[in-house]
T-cell receptor, first 115, second 112 residues
């Protein structure tokens, strides 16, 4: 069990560019979550998958954001036409339901800076 | 709706002092409750959890009890160490298997 990994760890981009982040969950976990964390705040939910199905999307996830999990393993989060307000830490978590509870384990995050 | 309220920080303590970080929640139904810790420059780590009323979660000397009557899940530790300095987040999962709803976090600073 190597834990949840995310790539890249840091991304600096110019406003208007597209960026893509990758998350590799713990291998036996079928649920995968994306969150966004801004400075001094707790993480906010963006979207989650069960296997390859995207089951819920937050209203925070504008049309510029898209997430995929094509084979039910790794996931990507793409932001098109980035804006300065997109600067944040993007966190991925994975989990599986055991005894009716889904305990989520987080990766180290991708810090995005939009100039 | 679902929400979590944590005491504002920073909480500043001397080593070996007693720690309490307050957390109260609002939720529909019966959520699961969690404490996560974030050390400087690192991701969130699960500290402890409780899935039903009166459950006590514990780990690394930290404890929290799920109190349904007061809708609280306060974090406690009997004797803090400098290495406990971090940001602590209280969170709930509605019905136990959905997205996490986090509080704003409480920074703990422990001095020698």
């Amino acid at each position: 069990d190597t834990g949840v990994s995310q790539d890249p760890r840091h991304k600096i981009t110019k406003r208007g560019q597209n960026v893509t982040f990758r998350c590799d969950p713990i291998s036996e976990h079928n649920r995968l979550y994306w969150y966004r964390q801004t400075l001094g705040q707790g993480p906010e939910f963006l979207t989650y998958f069960q296997n390859e199905a995207q089951l819920e999307k937050s209203r925070l996830l504008s049309d510029r954001f898209s997430a995929e999990r094509p084979k039910g393993s790794f996931s990507t989060l793409e932001i098109q036409r980035t804006e300065q307000g997109d600067s944040a830490m993007y966190l991925c978590a994975s989990g599986e339901i055991v005894l009716s509870t889904d305990t989520q384990y987080f990766g180290p995050g991708t810090r995005l800076t939009v100039l | 709706g679902n929400s979590v309220t944590q005491m504002e920080g920073p909480v500043t303590l001397s080593e070996e002092a007693f720690l309490t970080i307050n957390c109260t929640y609002t939720a529909t139904g019966y959520p699961s409750l969690f404490w996560y810790v974030q050390y400087p420059g690192e991701g969130l780590q699960l500290l402890l959890k409780a899935t039903k009323a009166d459950d006590k979660g514990s780990n690394k000397g930290f404890e929290a009890t799920y109190r349904k009557e007061t809708t609280s899940f306060h974090l406690e530790k009997g004797s803090v160490q400098v290495s406990d300095s971090a940001v602590y987040f209280c969170a709930l999962s509605p019905l136990g298997f959905q997205k996490l709803v986090f509080g704003t976090g409480t920074r703990l600073l422990v001095s020698p």
